[in-house]
DNA sequence: ATGAAAGCGCTAACAC
DNA sequence: GTGTTAGCGCTTTCAT
């Protein structure tokens, strides 16, 4: 393996001219320039990426915390978090927590160990009083997932409106027996089954405690849901559900089970995702911007990275809109 | 940001005995091992992982080559390659190459740079010739996708069987007039079309090129696609889809301009993605061990690292099989 | 415009 | 068992 030395002597240069042609700094003569380019070429060397983060004492990555790549909201965000991050020069590090207290504490060490810039929770398992101390390795923010308790700069959607408008869609639709799915560990889940109450409320309707679902969101947990659901002496005639996965977990069992949607029941989604317009019937959902999302935290990633001095602990609120489709 | 040096100078010992304790080296008294610790944890040292990587000449990093994480296919090889790699200390590195050459030939420096120990294609744009010198850098394995003149290790499917299986199971469903999809640029492509046409041969059907698709795969695509069936003249009555996202856009599509599956329109997918059994009608399917081979291709990538002499050209093949459900 | 020298933080011989 | 020392490969003052 060649080494920054080795290129130095051949070019009959100090290690210091080839450090600068490496950097494209300025004042070298385009003539060692080349000298030094031929050299590398002939040697096939590489600067060591471990010796250069070392002494520069950065790494230019960023880690992102994710759940799972295998829920397809996921890999949405990180296009958006990509996109921006590539035009800067920074790199991915993308961690799946599984949903697990310790692994998310251990990518923490990502920032401490030196290994990463940055890190962004796009949920997060933990409470923030036992993440707000790893603020001091660097920067943190926090993407779709928020705690009020945070003292991070927060890219999010307003959970409250988007149940809100789901619950007030499927109520206008006619329908006063409504479930709900949805778990409600973080806030984003309480702010949902927040506003998805407060639709109910203004219009004066009761919500029964055995049509909440507190599942994990999954194509699974939605056709658990519906036999639950069919089991039922009061069944729902609607159901809100927590995500498009669910919903069309909850459609497919459905229908397997002979019943007519919307007809029977109706359904509606949140994210939509791809698999929200492909159900038969399609799915209503409340869309997210989640590619949006992922690129204003990356924005704010990277000016925190400039701007060390300015704390940003900002919320920024993105637009979320509902679709019709033929569910509800 | 504390040092070695400082928890050393803490503690009262050596820099070489807080760096046998960090790394769990025997010989050291317990009393000593208590003291490092308790300084440790009273400066909040956390090793700095560049300087480790520069010593230790590894990162315990394997770079994973996938075309896209939306396709969600790859995060399922993901998961089985991560479960393999966490029991083995190792890290992934998820490099989009969005199928860029470029991209892809980029992110080999991160071989040469020794960002990452080795690297996994699971697809592949670049000739093989062009990717082989960089064999020297560090191991690559092929997973999912493969070359014949690959001189690395191979993990993957019996492609030629997969489509066969496919397509015999249209043509003893009784059709004669059969679609194909798929891209045939690598070997895998290739292959699968093989496969296909051999059925098609053995029981004597002619092939149509009108009815050859070869566009990337995607919802979109097998939207497209029966579209373009329904303008033809001479129209099929089965399509073999090269993906289950293509068959999920064919039935999609077919549904909504009124048509019938599998009645007027037989379709067959590949993979076997959750979407697959949420399609109305479910879609019939030929099943790849997507986590299987992810964790096959880490033992191997495990074992290159350790026997590094033992040069490993083996392709492991495994079982791929047909799954019948609605859609034929 | 270029080179010499110091040092980023760590590990592993080697010596005792 | 523990400490001393050299050095991994690079960048960046500082001096010229």
Known sequence: MATIEDVAKLAGLSRSTVSRVINNHPYVTERKKQLVYQ????????????????????????????????????????????????????????????????????????????????????????????????????????CNEYRSEATVPVVRLDQVKGSYLGAKHLIESGHKKIAYCGNNKGELGADRETGFLA??????????????????PSIETGKRILRTILSLEDQPTAVFAGSDEVGAGIIKEAKLQGMQIPEDLAVIGFDDLPVAQ????????????????????MEIMVSMLTNQDKVNEDVIELPIQLIKRESV
């Not at 639709?199 to 994990?216: H, K, P, S, V």
């Open 39 to 142: 050299a590398m070429k002939e040697l096939d060397y590489y600067p060591n990426s471990s010796a250069q983060r070392l002494r520069k004492q950065k790494t230019d990555t960023i880690a992102v915390l994710v759940p799972s790549l295998t829920n397809p909201f996921f890999p949405f965000l990180i296009e958006g978090l990509e996109t921006v991050a590539v035009e800067n020069g920074l790199q991915l590090l993308i961690c799946q927590t599984h949903q697990n207290k310790d692994k998310e504490r251990n990518y923490l060490q990502l920032l401490q160990t030196k290994q990463v810039d940055g890190l962004i929770f796009t949920s997060l398992e933990n409470d923030w009083d036992s993440i707000a101390p790893f603020k001091e390795s660097g920067p943190i923010i926090m």
């Open 278 to 297: 492909l159900m038969e019937p399609s799915l209503t959902t409340v869309k997210q911007p989640i590619k949006e999302m992922g690129q204003k935290t």
């Open 199 to 216: 639709a109910l409320d203004e219009y004066n309707i009761e919500m029964n405690n055995q049509w909440i679902f507190r599942d994990t």
